[in-house]
Structure formats: C-alpha cells, structure tokens
C-alpha cells in the first residue's frame, strides 16, 4: 500500500493547481477505494494499521481518481458522495457539495429547536433543497417536523429525493412537501402554505465579482452560487419584505451569509421587525449563520 500512496501522492503534487492538500487527499482516495471490499476499515487509522494490499483492480482505480482528481474534478463528484453531520449524502454537478459552514447552520437551528419544541420537531420552510441535506437532516432529528421546500432544479430535486428516500424513508413525502420554483421567485412561493415556526435557506449569495475558486466554478452549479440579478442581497432583502407573511409568532428564520456581508446583513434584519437578530460564527470564528427571531 505504501508503495501506490506514494504513486498517488505524486499524481496529485502534479496538479497542485486544482490540489491544495496532496496528503490529505491521498488518505482519502486510499480509504475509500480499499474500504468498499474491506468495510471494517471505516477510519484512516484502522486503514494504515492494517496496512492491506491492494488488489490490481483497487490500484487501478485509486490511479485513476487520482488524475482525474489532478485534473480538478472534485472527490465528491469522483466518489458520487459527501458526509455531513455524520451522513453521507449523495452528490454531482447538479447542487452544490455541502459544506462544513452548513453544518454550523444546521446545528444552529437544531440547538433553537430543542430549546423550544424538545424533540417534537417544528413546522418548516427551506429555500434552495439542493442535494436536500438541511432538510433531510431536520426530518432525521425530529420526528415531529414538517416541511415545505423549494428547488428551483429539476436535477437537484432528483438528487434530494433519492437523499430523502435513503435517510428518511420512502413515506418522506408525508412529511415533505417539495415545489418547484423560478430562480427569480424568491420565499413569493411560500404564502400559501401558511406560516412556519422555522425558516432555514443557505441561499445563492456570491456576486460575480466576487473572487471565486475555479473549480468551484467549473464544477458547480452556477444557479446555487449566484443569485439570479446577480444581487447578493436579493434572498436576505426578499424574505425581510415578506417575512411577515412567513413568520409564526414566536418563530425564527437561520440563513447562512457570506461573513464579508454579515454585519450589514445583521443590521438590516434589526431594522425589518425581528426581536432579536445575532450571528453566529462558524469554525474559523467568522460569522456564518444569521438567527432573526419573530
């Protein structure tokens, strides 16, 4: 094994263009090719103390996502899934590859929820499903919560189903309401389903001027990075103007925001009507999710 680690991690030094962690990566590549015969080696240590020999086929293919990781495809997309809050989810080019910042968010309304409801769950709306795993996760948590969802892909709701049906059951429906939406509709289609206790969006917020990783760029959508005016202000500005129409009494809304904007964010939710509004930074102590309560 030693021997292709140090093949690997010479493929992916290569392209340190698209590879910022050659080693790190090289890990990951070799446990997830030589755990899906080996299903006890389920951590990095266990792997490297065991120590295995890789078979020509698993060699074959550890190479072969090596160069294509090289060439700037992202592991995600090669393995065909991401972990998140201990799941993995399915992904590919249709969402965006969920991120640990958005697990900061989830656990942030996880937290709201168990100090208001207990375990029962709340009646929810999402923004932006993507690969569905906010939802999901809330569905997962709390056995009393539904929810209504929109999605403005046909792709990435395929992709959510198939995350829903997996973690949650095939009866998720009965729990989950999904709409399709345009890009440009905002939370307009939200009003008829009545008003939520919960609201939760991680919603396109990147200007094009902003500066951006390329591979993000060529491998993820662009429709879920910026909004569709190209206005990075326009979901934050849509729900304040039509949060009253959303809001249950006593309910709060969490959305992730990009930290650059965050205080400005801050200020104008002080200004829509919330009683309270305060961010909460993500690992890196920047401020990541925004919590207005109503």
């Not at 709201?112 to 709306?125: D, L, M, Y």
């Not at 919603?203 to 005016?229: C, K, M, Q, T």
């Amino acid at each position: 094994m030693r021997e292709l680690k140090s093949e690997i991690l010479g493929i992916l030094k290569a392209g340190l263009e698209n590879v910022t962690s050659p080693g790190a990566e090289t890990d990951r590549i070799l446990l997830h090719v030589l755990s899906q015969s080996r299903p006890e080696l389920d951590s990095f240590g266990k792997l490297y103390l065991s120590d295995p020999v890789p078979t020509p086929a698993e060699r074959e293919l550890a190479i072969s996502l090596a160069r294509s990781r090289a060439r700037g495809i992202p592991l995600q997309h090669l393995f065909g899934y991401q972990t998140f809050m201990d799941r993995d989810y399915q992904v590919n080019g249709s969402t965006l590859i969920p991120r640990p910042e958005t697990e900061i968010l989830v656990a942030a309304c996880e937290d709201w929820i168990r100090q208001r409801n207990g375990s029962t769950g709340p009646r929810f709306a999402e923004l932006g499903l993507g690969s569905g795993v906010i939802s999901c996760e809330l569905l997962v948590r709390f056995s009393g919560a539904t929810g209504v969802a929109t999605e403005a892909s046909s792709e990435a709701i395929r992709l959510a189903e198939s995350n829903l049906t997996r973690w949650c059951g095939p009866r998720w429906m009965d729990r989950l309401r999904i709409v399709p939406v345009n890009p440009d509709q905002g939370f307009t289609p939200f009003e008829p389903h009545g008003l939520f206790e919960l609201l939760v969006s991680n919603p396109p917020y990147v200007s094009r001027d902003d500066e951006i990783d390329a591979g993000v760029l060529l491998h993820e959508p662009g429709s879920a990075l910026f909004p569709w005016n190209n206005d990075p202000g326009f979901f934050y500005a849509d729900f304040i103007l039509r949060a009253k129409n959303l809001m249950a009494p006593g309910g709060a809304a969490f959305f992730e925001v990009p930290h650059e904007r965050a205080d400005q964010l801050e200020a104008e939710f002080q200004k829509s009507g919330a009683k309270q509004v305060s961010l909460i930074p993500d690992l890196t102590g920047r401020p990541r999710v925004l919590r207005a309560e109503f």
